[in-house]
């Protein structure tokens, strides 16, 4: 029952939303220099990257670069007006083809913030190990279990999956990522193994903070001064780690504005996120702060 009234929701809310005129309020905000949009995406495909990029081009958006922001933080730059920063999280293989040759086409920014065990062992993400074990061998082990859980069981599980499940590459090579990286594709850190930082020890979150920095400068040959948490996980004890490591700016995943009140706050920047399995009405939602906002009055109002 609730997921045949998901489907309704997802198939009549974004015309609802998009026809109602709260989208375009917000475009208004964003042309009046209130907010910033700030977009992540995982593992889009080539078709919902692209037209992602068309809809805000369409709209007359500026995209701005990780680099940008921070001078707009540190007040060097004005806050703008229609301006729009995307990030991508992980460093999948397809992002070369899917996202990185859409960048370069339209000349347009992105800051992708690499995990670098799967970069550098050549294997799936754990996630992908804990997805393949629950449907193909029918195990109890999910993402919304393990994040309850001290990282050394996480890592515990994700070993003993890692031996009996084989799982091709999922992420790009040390090459690749040197080949990408130009003046529209930046790189930032995203840990080593992409955990909970929450629920690692001081020593381990401050190693998968620093250490991730470390890797990626060594293959890059160039200062990486970026972050994103994983799964938007961290807290005061992260963001003192972030800072101490060299980082000038940290994302997380708080679905929120960047405003001229919150931009300050180098460390916990928000994001909206982009669905790869959503239409691009329902994206068009998310991205511009809508969709959340329509969810929870719903949730309230029950």
Not at 81 to 96: L, Q, R
Not at 168 to 192: D, Q, V
Not at 255 to 277: C, D, M, S, W
């Amino acid at each position: 029952m609730k997921s045949i009234i998901r489907k309704i929701i997802e198939f009549f809310l974004p015309y609802y939303l998009i026809n109602s005129g709260k989208i375009n309020k917000v475009i208004n905000n964003a042309a009046e220099g209130k907010i910033i949009l700030s977009v992540f995406f995982h593992n889009p495909s080539k078709e919902l990257f692209e037209s992602i990029v068309k809809w805000f081009l369409d709209h007359e958006f500026k995209f701005i670069s990780a680099d940008e922001l921070y001078e707009i933080g540190i007040e060097k730059k004005t806050f703008p007006s229609k301006a729009v920063i995307f990030t991508v999280d992980d460093g999948w293989k397809e992002n070369k083809e899917n996202l990185v040759a859409v960048a370069n086409k339209y000349n347009i920014p992105v800051s992708i913030f690499i995990n670098t065990d799967p970069i550098e062992n050549g294997n799936g993400y754990w996630v992908s190990y804990l997805k393949h074990s629950q449907q193909k061998l029918g195990t109890s082990h999910i993402v919304g279990s393990i994040k309850k859980l001290p990282d050394t069981q996480r890592k515990e599980i994700v070993s003993q999956l890692v031996t009996s499940i084989e799982l091709p590459r999922e992420a790009m090579t040390i090459e690749e990522l040197r080949s990408i990286k130009n003046e529209n594709i930046s790189l930032g850190a995203h840990t080593l193994s992409h955990p909970f930082l929450v629920n690692c020890t001081n020593e381990d979150s401050k190693n998968e903070i620093s250490g991730s920095k470390q890797k990626l400068e060594n293959w890059l040959g160039t200062k990486v001064d970026t972050f994103a948490y994983p799964f938007g996980s961290f807290g005061e004890r992260e963001i003192e780690y972030v800072k101490s490591a060299g980082y000038k700016m940290a994302f997380s995943t708080v679905a929120n504005y960047i405003t001229q009140e919150n931009i300050g706050a180098l460390y916990k920047l928000p994001r909206f996120e982009v669905i790869e399995h959503a239409s691009l009405k329902e994206n068009i939602c998310r991205m511009t702060g809508v969709w959340d906002e329509a969810l929870n009055l719903m949730k309230k109002n029950r």
